[in-house]
C-alpha cells in the first residue's frame, strides 16, 4: 500500500476529504473524522483508536457522539470492523441507522481499558453484528 496523499499537507493543513481511500495513514491524522450512520447522517467524531497490542489488530474506533441520550454516555466503542471509510474518505460510515448506534454499550472515556474485559467485547461485537475481531476469520476494513 502507498502512503496516501493528502491535501495540504505541503502547508502542513489536515484535510481528510484528500486521503486516498487505499493508502496508509497515522492513527493521529483519522481522529477527529466524522462518523455518519447509513443514513449519511453525522453523529459524532472519531476521539481515539484501540490497538490489540496482542493480536496486532485494530478493535474499536471510539467514536464520541453528538447527541447521545441522556441515560447515556457520550462516548462508545464501535468495532472497527463494522465502520468502513466512504468513497471520498472523507466520513467513517457505519451500517445502522443513528437511533441503534445511540443506543450503544456507552462508557465513560477512563472505562476504555474495559474493553480488553472478554465479555465486554463480545456484548460491543454482539450489538453491531460483527465477527469479534480476534477470530479466526473476522474482516478488517481500511
Do not use: F, Y
Given at each position: 500500500m502507498a502512503i496516501?496523499?493528502?491535501?495540504?499537507?505541503?502547508?502542513?493543513?489536515?484535510?481528510?476529504?484528500?486521503?486516498?481511500?487505499?493508502?496508509?495513514?497515522?492513527?493521529?491524522e483519522m481522529l477527529g473524522l466524522p462518523v455518519i450512520d447509513s443514513h449519511e447522517e453525522c453523529i459524532g467524531t472519531l476521539s481515539d483508536i484501540m490497538l490489540d497490542l496482542r493480536t496486532g489488530r485494530l478493535a474499536y474506533g471510539v467514536v464520541t457522539l453528538d447527541h447521545a441520550p441522556d441515560?447515556?454516555?457520550?462516548?462508545?466503542?464501535?468495532?472497527w470492523n463494522a465502520m468502513h471509510l466512504d468513497s471520498d474518505a472523507a466520513?467513517?460510515?457505519?451500517?445502522?441507522?443513528?437511533?441503534?448506534?445511540?443506543?450503544?454499550?456507552?462508557?465513560?472515556?477512563?472505562?476504555?481499558?474495559?474493553?480488553?474485559?472478554?465479555?465486554?467485547?463480545?456484548?460491543?461485537?454482539s450489538f453491531f453484528g460483527t465477527k469479534p475481531y480476534w477470530e479466526t476469520g473476522s474482516q478488517q476494513h481500511s
Open positions: 496516501a496523499e493528502m491535501k495540504g499537507r505541503a502547508t502542513g493543513t489536515q484535510e481528510h476529504s484528500g486521503w486516498s481511500a487505499r493508502g496508509i495513514v497515522g492513527g493521529n441515560w447515556s454516555e457520550h462516548v462508545i466503542a464501535i468495532p466520513h467513517l460510515c457505519v451500517n445502522a441507522l443513528r437511533d441503534w448506534i445511540e443506543r450503544a454499550p456507552s462508557m465513560q472515556a477512563d472505562a476504555m481499558p474495559n474493553l480488553l474485559d472478554h465479555e465486554c467485547a463480545v456484548l460491543i461485537h
